[in-house]
């Protein structure tokens, strides 16, 4: 036990050395697990770990989509819901009876219910994989807001088909009318479960005297309530999570104070990490069993296998996409005057960026050892070792190109909203003129005696006037523009010069640590803000 426990810290240790190198390369780091789980598979006298697929879903899923749907912005949600649900739910079953049909015709002894289990594992793309691969290159809103959307409604309705799948092949029999009720049945009780659970914890946030260490670890335990409440029905613990996700990530606002959301933002990207981390470890640990577990096949044959469906999964997907967006503006004026024309090259970035990760890695890992009689599970080996050939293509390939695609198509963001910085000083300066109406209309008395009062008023008068020169600075031509940006390095500069002189007074003794650490914490804040907008 103990020295599994150090074996799995020291790739940890490793899979973090890679990724900080990915950072360096300016490479998603994604690519550099799937790279990291191949290269731990190739190290001589790997020790084998195995884990109970029952757990996997268990251990790994509901935080993991639970961190997808809190982030995923509900306003942009529902204004993009069409083209999310046709990429979310036809996309996936679109893709999972395509490899289906290829696989069980390509593959000797390969069914029908065993391709779909492989088209369900493999017919998500992965929000992590497209986000990080896109994060800092100037695309349009719109791809953004429909890949993040995307892959929060297909891992959903991928699981869902892996599910019927799975008991396809256990039970030997598959009724299409029984199946189609089941999904929907799975799928509403889910997310009606999501919602109940989900109203719970927001009242437990709500009312009850919480803390903010409580609140962070309520928002771990929410996610595990959601799902095995869910499944101890036999309904749809995916969708609960999903839907129970984006409920409490919108009323997020009323149930956690702000020193709760920073905590809690920053606990669940490190425990996301690590999660991401320990799935492809696993794999890399257990790809020498799984290659000498094909039996039935060459390591060749396995290799050309993974490469074919691969290829065909990123067909299918430029195949469904460029209908899916242009055939509902045809036959909708609505859709056409609602919605503006997107670009042949947006079009084609969405088509490209549909990189598995996680999430498939996770299904295939959760697929059972044995059949309910203890026979060995048909051509588990090969599934776990196609999908992961799935996911290395898909990453590499795909996920390397698409800056080189982005730069080459000329791709660029849109105009439909204000810019990020623009944006940000219109809020501030909202919230300032609130702040500077409330002084004016409920303490006149107290501005003109109190000293304290008098200046707050003043620092706000000056905080007005400041934004609104910034604003107009980020309208004007270059050499005005340009006055901002050193402004905001000044800040940064002072901020540095602050932060000095803090490490001074700790060397001194003579403040509490405690109120160091709050005053070290305020200047990381408004240095992380300026930093954004200076990059």
């Known amino acids: 036990m103990h020295e599994n426990v150090l074996l799995i810290i020291s790739l940890l240790f490793a899979v973090s050395m890679l990724v900080m190198l990915g950072q360096k390369l300016r490479i998603s780091y994604p690519i550099f697990l799937v790279i990291g789980g191949l290269c731990i598979s190739l190290i001589p006298g790997i020790p084998t770990i195995t884990i109970d697929p029952d757990l996997v879903f268990l251990i790994f899923l509901p935080p993991l989509l639970y961190e997808a749907a809190w982030y995923t912005s509900w306003q942009n949600f529902w204004k993009w819901k069409r083209p999310i649900a046709l990429l979310g739910f036809g996309l996936v079953l679109f893709?999972?009876?395509?490899?289906?049909?290829?696989?069980?015709?390509?593959?000797?002894?390969?069914?029908?219910?065993?391709?779909?289990?492989l088209g369900g594992i493999i017919s998500p793309p992965d929000a992590v994989a497209a986000t990080?691969?896109?994060?800092?290159?100037?695309?349009?809103?719109?791809?953004?807001?429909?890949?993040?959307?995307?892959?929060?409604?297909?891992?959903?309705?991928?699981?869902?088909?892996?599910?019927?799948?799975?008991?396809?092949?256990?039970?030997?029999?598959?009724?299409?009318?029984?199946?189609?009720?089941?999904?929907?049945l799975v799928t509403v009780m889910g997310i009606v479960i999501g919602l109940a659970v989900a109203h719970v914890f927001y009242a437990i946030h709500r009312w009850l005297p919480t803390s903010t260490n409580i609140d962070t670890a309520l928002t771990f335990m929410a996610p595990y309530f959601m799902y095995i409440t869910a499944e101890h029905f036999h309904f749809s613990g995916v969708m609960a999570v999903v839907t129970g996700g984006l409920f409490l990530s919108y009323r997020s606002h009323e149930i956690l104070t702000y020193n709760s959301r920073l905590q809690a933002t920053g606990v669940w990207s490190t425990v996301t990490f690590v999660l991401n981390g320990i799935v492809f470890i696993l794999i890399g640990l257990q790809l020498p069993v799984i290659v000498n577990g094909l039996t039935d096949y060459s390591f060749g044959v396995a290799v050309?296998?993974?490469?074919?469906?691969?290829?065909?999964?990123?067909?299918?997907?430029?195949?469904?996409?460029?209908?899916?967006?242009?055939?509902?503006?045809?036959?909708?004026?609505?859709?056409?005057?609602?919605e503006k024309k997107p670009g042949l090259g947006a079009v084609f970035l969405v088509s490209w960026a549909g990189m598995r990760g996680v999430?498939?890695?996770?299904?295939?890992?959760?697929?059972?050892?044995?059949?309910?009689?203890?026979?060995?599970?048909?051509?588990?080996?090969?599934?776990?070792?196609?999908?992961?050939?799935?996911?290395?293509?898909?990453?590499?390939?795909?996920?390397?190109?698409?800056?080189?695609?982005?730069?080459?198509?000329?791709?660029?963001?849109?105009?439909?909203?204000?810019?990020?910085?623009?944006?940000?000083?219109?809020?501030?300066?909202?919230?300032?003129?609130?702040?500077?109406?409330?002084?004016?209309?409920?303490?006149?008395?107290?501005?003109?005696?109190?000293?304290?009062v008098k200046n707050?008023?003043?620092?706000?008068?000056?905080?007005?006037?400041?934004?609104?020169?910034?604003?107009?600075?980020?309208?004007?031509?270059?050499?005005?523009?340009?006055e901002i940006r050193v402004y905001n390095r000044v800040l940064i500069d002072i901020i540095n010069v602050q932060r000095r002189e803090l490490i001074v007074l700790r060397r001194e003794k003579a403040f509490e640590d405690e109120l160091l650490r709050k005053q070290t914490e305020q200047l990381d804040l408004s240095e992380a803000r300026l930093s954004i907008k200076i990059a």
């Open 95 to 117: 893709t999972s009876c395509i490899v289906a049909w290829f696989s069980s015709e390509m593959i000797p002894n390969f069914t029908l219910a065993l391709g779909f289990l």
């Open 304 to 338: 050309k296998y993974g490469l074919l469906i691969s290829m065909l999964t990123i067909l299918i997907r430029m195949v469904w996409v460029y209908p899916a967006t242009f055939i509902p503006r045809w036959l909708s004026k609505s859709t056409r005057t609602r």
């Open 132 to 184: 990080s691969v896109l994060k800092g290159l100037k695309i349009p809103k719109r791809v953004v807001t429909v890949l993040e959307g995307e892959s929060l409604v297909n891992d959903a309705s991928s699981l869902i088909v892996f599910r019927f799948a799975l008991a396809a092949v256990t039970s030997g029999s598959f009724v299409f009318q029984k199946a189609a009720t089941s999904f929907f």
């Open 456 to 482: 707050l008023k003043g620092r706000l008068e000056n905080d007005i006037s400041l934004t609104e020169q910034r604003m107009e600075s980020m309208v004007c031509d270059d050499n005005q523009a340009g």
């Open 359 to 452: 999430v498939s890695l996770a299904s295939a890992l959760a697929i059972p050892l044995t059949l309910s009689n203890g026979e060995a599970f048909p051509e588990r080996n090969l599934i776990l070792f196609i999908t992961f050939i799935v996911i290395l293509v898909t990453l590499v390939i795909q996920g390397l190109s698409l800056p080189f695609i982005i730069r080459y198509m000329k791709i660029e963001g849109d105009d439909e909203t204000a810019p990020a910085e623009e944006q940000e000083a219109g809020i501030h300066l909202r919230l300032t003129k609130a702040a500077l109406q409330t002084l004016e209309e409920k303490y006149i008395r107290e501005v003109g005696e109190n000293e304290l």
